[in-house]
């Protein structure tokens, strides 16, 4: 069975007239008489189904041979949301969480306060409050709350706590109990790679114990994957891959504060975009793994014993789960906020791409009346707002207009707009936009998108590029970054530093000839992994994918053509 969800319907209309005074922001309601620039422009209405039910394969005698050491009970489940022994999966496709059940089809889930702001990571982290009932899970948002819901089923989780600032972390997992009593315990990564635990107090209205830092370094990995106790000693343990496909394996030591030595398990695994811990699918007492190869496919791997699995089974019909955004447990740092391109005809009529998660991009939608926005200067950059849907920006007549608002005037001197997400860590979309004497400027967004803080300078001289563009994290620490082309072909990163007063560090050289492409795109990522993507195209129409690697000092995989006739757009945005 499958299922679909509807997106929210993004409007250009504006609604709402803002002002900038003194480094203020100052709102009024816009009059009656304030007609949109343009025609409303709206993204699709409905997502690609995704599977409702996930199916466990056979363990060729994994079940009765277990590891040594080991017994042949089945740990308790972290996620096991339908009551049949075995982990079920949270998804989120867009905005919305869908539930993947091994004893039951899933659904919608609900999280029982009503809230319905857009959720970047699910960690699932088991019967907290020992009640033996359904599980506990963490839901993640972009502003950097941390939720807890409570016997949770396939469709509905009860609302017990939250708490602010974990927007300071690139990656919150849980690697199951490593301290002993019982409970789930959560890890969480810095962009600076220092690794912070924090213990479970079984309380559902305060969760956790005040953190402690385990150490330093982890930046060096761009997945972290919580396991479980894969080698008997009644801890939790967990895995972790390097952008060149490397995996390793931390076991416990008995203390919740640190960890034993790497161990490397395997290599190759660069093939797959996101790799999720399952617990114990074949009652071998050891937790296994899925992995999503980047076509959609999943694969199982059955747990032996102190982070080593079997030979690879797949799961289902190949392709079915490219179409999950985030999969709860999954070890990548959540990419949100675009996830497509906007393409502009010669006539003026707009059509929106949505990325599949497999590198490519669904066929057209259009999203606009038939040339509606010819000779509209416009920009699409990362969600401004609560959801995950990127937004339109217009200049016209000197005032910026998107996201439902008119931003006010005095935008007449600005000639480019970039919006690469969140650059001061916030968790709100921001963006920058240069002026004609080259001078590039920050703009910080609020909570809903409707306002912008006062304006911040970066530095002058940008005029030196004919293409800045971003949407998203190049380089693995979970910071947004931005992409400029210099006017000889010159491609720059320039990496993000989550600092508002500075928000890239200095400009990094990462290739020539790229004056070869007359369209640079920042589509956010289309790939699954996590990792921003560049999109190019050429003077004869073709379309080329740069797939992020996450490391900065080459962040994109060698070129891959990904369709033809582009040459009919005279905008890609």
């Not at 319905?116 to 709350?145: A, C, H, M, Y």
């Not at 399952?278 to 014993?305: E, H, K």
């Not at 179409?323 to 391109?341: C, E, I, L, R, W």
């Not at 009919?568 to 945005?573: A, E, K, P, Q, S």
């Amino acid at each position: 069975m499958f299922f679909t969800r509807s997106l929210r319907a993004r409007r250009l209309t504006a609604c709402t007239a803002l002002a900038l005074s003194a480094g203020m922001v100052l709102a009024s309601p816009a009059s009656a008489d304030s007609p949109a620039p343009r025609p409303a422009a709206e993204k699709p209405s409905t997502a690609p189904a995704v599977p409702s039910k996930r199916i466990v394969p056979e363990a060729d005698g994994a079940r009765s041979a277990g590891a040594a050491g080991l017994t042949a009970e089945r740990p308790p489940s972290r996620s096991d949301l339908d009551g049949d022994g075995r982990s079920d999966l949270v998804l989120r496709r867009g905005g919305s969480l869908m539930t993947a059940t091994t004893g039951s089809e899933g659904g919608e889930f609900y999280r029982g306060d009503g809230n319905t702001e857009f959720i970047e990571d699910v960690v699932p982290i088991g019967d907290q409050d020992r009640n033996g009932s359904r599980p506990e899970v963490l839901t993640l948002s972009k502003f950097g709350w941390l939720s807890l819901y409570g016997d949770s089923t396939a469709t509905y989780g009860a609302y017990r706590w939250s708490g602010p600032g974990w927007q300071i972390y690139n990656k919150v997992f849980s690697p199951g109990d490593i301290s002993g009593d019982g409970r789930a315990d959560v890890l969480a990564r810095t962009p600076a790679g220092e690794l912070w635990v924090y213990v479970s107090t079984g309380t559902p209205h305060a969760p956790f114990h005040a953190r402690k830092k385990v150490g330093n370094g982890w930046g060096a990995y761009d997945q972290l994957i919580g396991l479980g106790d894969s080698d008997g000693d009644g801890r939790g343990d967990f895995l972790a891959r390097t952008p060149a496909g490397g995996l390793f394996y931390y076991g416990s030591t008995g203390s919740p504060y640190s960890v034993k030595p790497a161990k490397q398990v395997g290599q190759g695994w660069q093939q797959y975009n996101q790799i999720l811990g399952i617990d114990d699918d074949n009652a071998n007492g050891v937790p296994d793994v899925l992995a999503r190869g980047v076509d959609g496919t999943l694969y199982q791997y059955f747990g032996t014993g102190s982070g080593h699995f079997t030979a690879r089974k797949q799961v289902g019909t190949a392709g079915a789960w490219k179409n999950v955004d985030q999969f709860s447990g999954t070890g990548t740092m959540p990419a949100h906020g675009k996830g497509g391109m906007v393409a502009r005809t010669k006539a003026g009529t707009l059509f929106w791409y949505q990325g599949l998660n497999n590198g490519r991009l669904a066929g057209r939608a259009q999203i606009s009346s038939p040339g509606g926005w010819a000779g509209a200067t416009l920009f699409e950059v990362n969600s401004l707002g609560r959801d995950a849907i990127s937004d339109t920006l217009e200049i016209y007549k000197g005032h910026l207009y998107g996201n439902e608002t008119d931003f006010g005037g005095g935008w007449g001197s600005i000639n480019l707009i970039a919006g690469p997400g969140d650059l001061n860590g916030d968790g709100t979309g921001d963006f920058v936009a240069r002026d004609r004497d080259g001078v590039l400027w920050l703009y910080r967004s609020n909570y809903d998108g409707t306002a912008l803080h006062a304006r911040v300078k970066i530095g002058s001289g940008w005029n030196a590029y004919d293409q800045i563009v971003g949407s998203g994290d190049y380089t693995s620490d979970g910071l947004n970054d931005l992409v400029a082309r210099a006017k000889d072909g010159t491609l720059y990163l320039y990496q993000g530093t989550g600092q508002g007063g500075y928000p890239f560090k200095p400009r990094v050289r990462i290739g020539g000839g790229w004056n070869a492409y007359g369209k640079l795109v920042a589509p956010g990522d289309i790939t699954g992994d996590g990792q921003g993507d560049l999109i190019a195209v050429n003077a004869g129409g073709e379309l080329f994918r740069y797939s992020g690697t996450g490391q900065a000092g080459h962040p994109f995989k060698p070129r891959a053509s990904i369709g033809t006739g582009y040459q009919i757009f005279n905008g890609l945005y």
